[in-house]
């Protein structure tokens, strides 16, 4: 077989999620998809990149992991080129229209007025551009002055809603709105989001019916609405195995017979995943820690280890 | 005194906490307790499906579910677009003005991506079923948020937009009736520098399709808004009750709790805690799991588990106190895929719950 020349900086899945300028990691709440985004981050800013953990949501979490007061919606450093930010939608959204209008006087009264607040707070798509728009000008250099160097963002995406909303809302507000600088931002970011080369999607799932549909469901939504695929499936929380694997095995203790029960569900959902997921999968073991950096490191050097590893070229 | 048996439960809480599943139980409960009852639910999961037995039909009706009981159980699976558009031709003055909204590209992205729309149209078409009186009884599981408030506040949003004279003020003035943008703003100062951002910012195509949008919608601003009122007057009736679902871990209760004081303060009636999936105590060294290697470690794991969601619960009773109730659901060795083990899983309630309730 004629060796193919690789990028090297592309030789394990790691080295190219850290070679992207956008990682979102999406899952339904409770899936574990702040810890996942957390040690992500922490890995890809191990391999020298800058990198920015965002999170959007209005309880903040991820500081737990990282052990550090909460960021308050200030880019805050959390550790070596490792920086964190609790963003505020609507905050972006106000800041783009004292951009634009650039009188203050004039934007004190705009942002003021019922009728932006009802159009920000409603209008499709809106808090989701703002968001992709806030990495995209982070990465790409072109925040307001003042704004620290970013290479790489790494997005908790909000957990509220199919997380192919939050990646198709730029393509859907392209298509409704196609002059102007916002339908030129918005065409720009549809094209940031569906390449893989920029931006990297990885879905954090647990080994349940729910979850695993989900995740499913959203391969198919990304290949049907933004041509693409995930990069990576997380499987947080997998339950250990319990000696006897085989189904229908009671055992006498009922606690054992119950979590192998329990296992027996899980390996049935992973067996289902290594049939219809296209793409890597990694699994977390469920660990006997509580929220915290402890977590955060352990998560992190499982998926170092399964992530850090040689992959096979993707077929064109 | 003790209140009455509510009429109208609705299972609120975040995603992922098992709420389709419980609100499916509890509807089960309650035909067995010889109350006529419907489930209404979000879930379109094939195993919910399954559990309760019926097929891609409850999508567009109220479908009976066989399950044995004295009384009927139905389930309805909802479709916030199809209540969208239901709503739209009911309301709508005439088919032209209905077939306006139905094909304006701006309502093709506003009914499927709008904030709320889900929640509003749970609750739209709750409302045309508690209305209809054919139950004694309806189950309503609401869609998952995060903190589980947008449910609440989605009719307001929802009808802020829609009807706000706000929009229509910012948009009308800028076209004539033939769509034409007019060559002069009346908005004034401020007027013009909204005019001149959305101009900038989105380009006036898409505020033509709005303004249409809105045109189209005029008609209907009057029966939406009564209808958002009566929902609201719906939700805080001493009939209704809300049972919140939460995971029993310590991270999980100011979520929890955040929204049950939220409820209350918005003078819903809030039932016990329903804390789901509790994993079972295993007191120490008697989980022998497995032989060999792993068999510590496992062991170890288990009695973590356990001794996680005694902590959560724990706190969260202290918390409640004498403000509320909380009920434990276990850990089932299976999720319901059938009738018969969703039974299981009403059996538990109907023991756990307080008398009177259902």
């Keep these: 077989m004629p060796r193919r020349a690789r990028r090297p900086r592309a030789s394990t899945l790691l080295d190219?999620?850290?070679?992207?300028e956008l990682i979102v990691v999406t899952g339904k709440g409770g899936v574990g998809k702040s810890a996942v985004a957390g040690a992500l981050a922490r890995l890809v800013s191990g391999r020298g990149r800058r990198v920015l953990l965002l999170e959007t949501?209005?309880?903040?979490?991820?500081?737990?992991?990282l052990a550090v007061p909460p960021s308050g919606g200030e880019i805050v450093a959390v550790g070596p080129r490792l920086l964190l930010q609790n963003l505020r939608p609507s905050a972006v959204l106000d800041e783009l229209v004292r951009e634009q209008l650039r009188l203050d006087a004039l934007s004190r009264r705009v942002l003021s007025s019922p009728v932006y607040r009802h159009f920000a707070d409603a209008a499709p798509g809106l808090k989701e551009i703002a968001v992709l728009g806030h990495a995209f000008r982070l990465v790409r250099g072109l925040a307001r002055r003042g704004a620290p160097r970013i290479d790489l963002v790494v997005l908790d995406a909000p957990a509220t809603g199919h997380g192919v909303s939050l990646l198709a809302a730029p393509a859907l507000a392209a298509e409704v709105i196609r002059g102007g600088p916002f339908g030129r931002m918005a065409a720009e970011l549809s094209r940031f989001v569906a390449d893989r080369g920029s931006c990297a999607i990885v879905a954090v799932a647990l080994a349940e019916e729910m979850p695993v549909e989900e995740a499913l469901d959203l391969q198919r939504m990304l290949a049907e609405r933004l041509h693409r695929q995930a990069d990576l499936l997380v499987v947080n929380e997998v339950l250990p195995s319990f000696g006897d694997e085989s189904e229908g095995s009671d055992h006498d203790d009922p606690l054992v017979s119950l979590y192998r029960r329990r296992r027996q569900l899980a390996a049935r959902q992973l067996a289902r995943l290594r049939r219809d997921w296209r793409g890597p999968v990694a699994e977390l073991a469920m660990l006997p820690l509580d929220r915290g950096p402890e977590l955060l490191d352990a998560i992190s050097d499982s998926l170092a280890a399964q992530l850090d590893r040689p992959i096979a070229p993707e077929p064109a | 005194m003790s209140p009455r048996p509510p009429s109208l439960i609705v299972v609120v809480g975040s995603g992922g906490v098992g709420?389709?599943?419980?609100?499916?139980?509890?509807?089960?409960?309650?035909?067995?307790?010889?109350?006529?009852?419907?489930?209404?639910?979000?879930?379109?999961?094939?195993?919910?499906?399954?559990?309760?037995?019926?097929?891609d039909e409850a999508a567009e009706r109220e479908v009976e579910v066989p399950c044995g009981a004295p009384a009927l159980l139905a389930a309805h699976l909802l479709d916030p677009r199809r209540t969208f558009d239901r709503l739209v031709t009911r309301y709508a003055p005439d088919a032209v003005a209905r077939d306006r909204i139905l094909h304006n590209r701006f309502y093709d992205h506003l009914s499927g991506t709008l904030a709320g729309v889900l929640e509003y149209m749970a609750v739209e078409r709750l409302f045309e079923v508690a209305r209809e009186g054919r139950y004694a009884r309806v189950v309503l599981d609401t869609p998952p948020t995060r903190q589980a408030l947008d449910f609440l506040e989605a009719p307001e949003?929802?009808?802020?937009?829609?009807?706000?004279?706000?929009?229509?003020?910012?948009?009308?003035?800028?076209?004539?009736?033939?769509?034409?943008?007019r060559p002069t703003s009346r908005l004034g100062i401020l007027g013009r520098g909204v005019e001149a951002l959305l101009d900038r910012a989105v380009g006036l195509d898409v505020l033509r399709d709005m303004a249409e949008f809105f045109r189209a919608f005029a008609p209907l601003y009057g029966g939406f808004r009564e209808r958002a009122l009566e929902v609201q007057a719906l939700l805080r009736a001493p009939e209704t009750l809300f049972l919140l679902v939460c995971m029993p871990r310590e991270e999980a209760i100011p979520d929890a709790m955040f929204f049950a004081r939220r409820l209350r303060d918005a003078g819903h009636r809030l039932g016990p805690f329903l804390v789901n999936r509790v994993h079972p105590q295993a007191p120490a060294g008697r989980a022998r799991t497995a032989d060999g290697l792993h068999a510590l470690e496992a062991a170890r794991l288990l009695a973590w588990l356990g001794e996680r969601d005694r902590r959560g619960v724990a706190s969260l009773r202290a918390l409640l106190a004498a403000r509320g109730e909380l009920v434990e659901v276990p850990l089932?060795?299976?999720?319901?895929?059938?009738?018969?083990?969703l039974g299981k899983l009403a059996g538990i309630l109907r023991e756990q719950l307080p008398a009177g309730l259902i």
């Design chain 2, 157 to 181: 949003r929802l009808i802020g937009f829609l009807d706000s004279g706000a929009l229509r003020v910012a948009l009308k003035p800028w076209f004539d009736e033939a769509g034409r943008l």
């Design chain 2, 332 to 341: 089932l060795d299976s999720e319901p895929s059938d009738t018969a083990a």
């Design chain 2, 19 to 55: 709420k389709t599943t419980l609100a499916a139980a509890l509807g089960m409960a309650s035909a067995r307790e010889g109350d006529d009852t419907l489930v209404m639910t979000f879930d379109p999961s094939r195993r919910l499906k399954d559990a309760l037995g019926v097929g």
């Design chain 1, 57 to 65: 949501d209005p309880r903040e979490s991820l500081h737990q992991y």
């Design chain 1, 16 to 20: 190219r999620l850290a070679a992207e």
